[in-house]
T-cell receptor, first 113, second 109 residues
Framework: DTGVSQDPRHKITKRGQNVTFRCDPISEHNRLYWYRQTLGQGPEFLTY????????KSRLLSDRFSAERPKGSFSTLEIQRTEQGDSAMYLCASSFENSDGYTFGSGTRLTVV | SQQGEEDPQALSIQEGENATMNCSYKTSINNLQWYRQNSGRGLVHLIL?????REKHSGRLRVTLDTSKKSSSLLITASRAADTASYFCATDAGNMLTFGGGTRLMVKP
């Protein structure tokens, strides 16, 4: 297990299309986080899971966004009817409950044209 | 929304000089962490300081934390061109990390 993996690394899509990203966390970690980062800004929290339960969602996560972690392992983040404002880097991180350490993936860069 | 602010937003220094970045935050925290991000890449964890600690060192990195002022600083000593990156502080209040806006550091050879 070499860390947090995200797929794809890059995605270009037309406005109005749906996109789905995948995150594979470190296997021992029971917490999984999604962040969004726009150019020149720090990452902004979107949502997190503990095992398969989605425990918190940011107001940034509009109705067009949905995240799942069906078996408490990998997670998917889907954006429906993409808009140009969705263009950003989507970062996934994992951690173990009651541990300080977070490990981030390399991110998925989404460009909506 | 972002927890805090980082200062300066951008910093340009010569190789060999020291770089100091500051971070302020708003709420109580369990710990504060610093991350580095090269352009277009993911975040790399640098150092963590707990709320009951005041100073921590790791190699060329020195972090201080002042919980009474809700502020932290990251010092990189003897900087190298390879240190060129964005640096983010992130506070952990128990459930998630909340990031600042970052400092973009450029180290000129």
């Amino acid at each position: 297990d070499t860390g947090v993996s995200q797929d794809p690394r890059h995605k270009i899509t037309k406005r109005g299309q749906n996109v789905t990203f995948r995150c594979d966390p470190i296997s021992e970690h029971n917490r999984l986080y999604w962040y969004r980062q726009t150019l020149g800004q720090g990452p902004e929290f979107l949502t997190y899971f503990q095992n398969e339960a989605q425990l918190e969602k940011s107001r940034l996560l509009s109705d067009r966004f949905s995240a799942e972690r069906p078996k408490g392992s990998f997670s998917t983040l889907e954006i429906q009817r993409t808009e140009q404002g969705d263009s950003a880097m989507y970062l996934c991180a994992s951690s173990f409950e009651n541990s300080d350490g977070y490990t981030f993936g390399s991110g998925t860069r989404l460009t909506v044209v | 929304s972002q927890q805090g602010e980082e200062d300066p937003q951008a910093l340009s220094i010569q190789e060999g000089e020291n770089a100091t970045m500051n971070c302020s935050y708003k709420t109580s925290i369990n710990n504060l962490q610093w991350y580095r991000q090269n352009s277009g890449r993911g975040l790399v964890h640098l150092i963590l300081i707990r709320s009951n600690e005041r100073e921590k060192h790791s190699g060329r990195l020195r972090v201080t934390l002042d919980t009474s002022k809700k502020s932290s600083s990251l010092l990189i000593t003897a900087s190298r061109a390879a240190d060129t990156a964005s640096y983010f502080c992130a506070t952990d209040a128990g459930n998630m990390l909340t990031f600042g806006g970052g400092t973009r550091l450029m180290v000129k050879p």
